[in-house]
C-alpha cells in the first residue's frame, strides 16, 4: 500500500491513519530514496524517484486528484560552495514531479508568490486548449498573490513537464521548471523496477554572485541534473537484474544535452509524445535530450559496478570555469614563472597541460563559486563537476541508500603494467612513444 493509496480513502479514522501510517514507515524505512525497498514493488506503478528532489503530493477530493504549486523566491544550494536566490515550486527547482495515472482527473492550484505575473504550462499533456497556461493567447496572468485554478483529464501516458509560459527567458532561466509523469493504467511489460526522473538545465552564475544571469545567451557555467552539480548530484541505485528506466527533460536555455552512459547499451523507449512502439525502438549510448523535450530510457541492469552518466559536452561537466581565459595549453612557462617568483613567491603558471587536476588542488576561488570542483574518489580525484551522476549497480542490494564505491573482483581493474608483461608482449614504451613531454607529471 502507498502513501497514495491511504490519501485516497478521504476521511478516515486518526488512530487507523496512525497505525496505517506507522506500517508504512516501517515499510519503507530502508528506502532512503521514496521508493519501496528492492523487491516490493507497489501495486498499481513503479512510483518515480526524483534523485536530490521529490514528488508532489497529493489529495483525492470526490475523485479528483488535487496537487498545489506554488511558485517562489529562495536560497538554493548547487553544490556545497554555490548558492543562489532562484525561483522554483513550493521551495525547490527544479519543482517537485507531479505523479498521476491515465484516466486520472487533476485539478492544480498555483499560487504565484514571485514579484512577476506567471503562469503554468503542461508541457506535452492533451488538454483543453482552456487549461494551455499560455498568457495573453489562453489566460490571463496570474498576478502576484493570485492563485490560479487547472483541471483536466489525464488521456495518455508520457513524461512531460511544466514551466511558465510568461517572460520565459526570465522564468525558466532561474528555476521554474518541473517534471510530470503519467504512467500508464496498466505497468509495461516488463515493468520497470526503479524508475528515476532527472530534469537538465543549464544556469548562469557568475562567481561570487547571489543570482543567476537569465539574459546571457551561450556563457551558461552551471549545469544541474535536478538542480544539482556534480558531486552534488544523488547516485542512482539499482540492484543487479532490474529493469530500470530514467526519464530525462530539458528545459535550458539554449543547449540540448547529450546524455552518455557507461557500462551499458540502453534504449530510448518514450518522448514528451508518448511511448515509442518497440518495433522503433533503437540501441543507444548516448541519448540527445532537445531544449523543450523528455526521452525515456530503459535498460536491464546486468553489470556491476559504478557507471558514470554524464553530458557529453566536455563544457557541460566543467563548472564555472573561466571560459575566457587565454589558451596555455603547451606552454614553457618555466622560465616565466621563475621570473614572476621573484615578485609573487609561489607564482606557478597553470593549464599548461589542460585543466585537470586543478579543482583536486583547491586552488583559492572566488566567495560563492566552484570552478572546477569534483570530488575525491576511490582512485584519486574525479576531475569531472556539473552535469554528471553515477549509477551505481550492486547485487542483492536491501536497501537503494548510496553503497558507497564499488568493489571490483581480483585482477579486474587497469593499472600499470610490469616490465616482464611489457618485455613478454613486445612493447617498448621508450622505444615506441613519441617524446615525452617536458614537465609531464609522473607517478609518485
Ligand atoms: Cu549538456
Redesign the pocket.
Known amino acids: 500500500m502507498s502513501k497514495r493509496t491511504i490519501l485516497a480513502f478521504g476521511p478516515c479514522g486518526l488512530a487507523a491513519l496512525a497505525v496505517l501510517t506507522l506500517a508504512i514507515a516501517n515499510l519503507r524505512a530502508d528506502a532512503e530514496d521514496g521508493a519501496p525497498p528492492p523487491g516490493q514493488p507497489d501495486k498499481d506503478y513503479t512510483p518515480v524517484v526524483a534523485p536530490n528532489g521529490s514528488t508532489l503530493q497529493w489529495r483525492m477530493v470526490d475523485g479528483v486528484k488535487v496537487f498545489h504549486l506554488v511558485a517562489g523566491e529562495f536560497e538554493h544550494e548547487f553544490a556545497p560552495g554555490l548558492k543562489a536566490r532562484c525561483w522554483g515550486y513550493n521551495g525547490s527547482t527544479p519543482g517537485p514531479v507531479i505523479e498521476a495515472v491515465v484516466g486520472d482527473r487533476v485539478r492544480i492550484y498555483v499560487t504565484n508568490r514571485l514579484p512577476a505575473g506567471t503562469s503554468v504550462h503542461w508541457h506535452g499533456v492533451i488538454l483543453p486548449n482552456g487549461m494551455d497556461g499560455v498568457t495573453g493567447l489562453t489566460q490571463p496572468m496570474v498576478m502576484p498573490g493570485e492563485t490560479f485554478r487547472y483541471e483536466f483529464t489525464l488521456r495518455h501516458p508520457g513524461t512531460f513537464m511544466y514551466h511558465p509560459h510568461a517572460d520565459e527567458m526570465t522564468q525558466m532561466g532561474l528555476g521554474l521548471v518541473g517534471m510530470f509523469v503519467v504512467h500508464p493504467r496498466k505497468p509495461g511489460n516488463p515493468r520497470a523496477d526503479r524508475d528515476f526522473a532527472m530534469m537538465?538545465h543549464?544556469w548562469h552564475v557568475k562567481p561570487g554572485a547571489s543570482r543567476p544571469n537569465p539574459g546571457v545567451m551561450s556563457e551558461f557555467n552551471v549545469?544541474t541534473i535536478n538542480g544539482k552539480a556534480f558531486p552534488a548530484t544523488d547516485a542512482l541505485v539499482a540492484r543487479q537484474g532490474e529493469r530500470v528506466r530514467m526519464r530525462f527533460g530539458n528545459l535550458?536555455a539554449m543547449?540540448?544535452?547529450?546524455?552518455h552512459l557507461h557500462g551499458y547499451s540502453f534504449k530510448v523507449v518514450a518522448t514528451d509524445g508518448g511511448p515509442i512502439p518497440e518495433a522503433g525502438q533503437w540501441p543507444e549510448t548516448t541519448v540527445l535530450v532537445p531544449v523543450g523535450a523528455t526521452r525515456d530510457i530503459e535498460l536491464a541492469a546486468e553489470h556491476e559496478g559504478d557507471w558514470f552518466m554524464h553530458?557529453?559536452?566536455t563544457?557541460?561537466?566543467m563548472t564555472q570555469m573561466g571560459h575566457d581565459g587565454p589558451n596555455m595549453v603547451g606552454l614553457d612557462a618555466a622560465g616565466l614563472d621563475a621570473k614572476i617568483a621573484r615578485i609573487v613567491p609561489g607564482y606557478m603558471t597553470m593549464g599548461q597541460a589542460g585543466m585537470g587536476g586543478m579543482g583536486e588542488m583547491g586552488m583559492p576561488v572566488p566567495r560563492n563559486s566552484i570552478p572546477m570542483v569534483g570530488m575525491k574518489g576511490p582512485f584519486g580525484y574525479i576531475d569531472m563537476g556539473?552535469?554528471v551522476t553515477v549509477f551505481k549497480v550492486r547485487k542483492g542490494l536491501k536497501s537503494y541508500g548510496d553503497p558507497g564505491w564499488f568493489s571490483h573482483p581480483p585482477d579486474s581493474i587497469a593499472r600499470a603494467a610490469a616490465q616482464a608483461e611489457l618485455r613478454a608482449d613486445g612493447i617498448s614504451p621508450d622505444a615506441d612513444a613519441i617524446d615525452k613531454p617536458k614537465g609531464a607529471p609522473s607517478r609518485k
Open positions: 537538465l543549464e549545469l535550458s543547449d540540448h544535452h547529450p546524455i553530458c557529453h559536452m563544457h557541460h561537466t556539473g552535469m
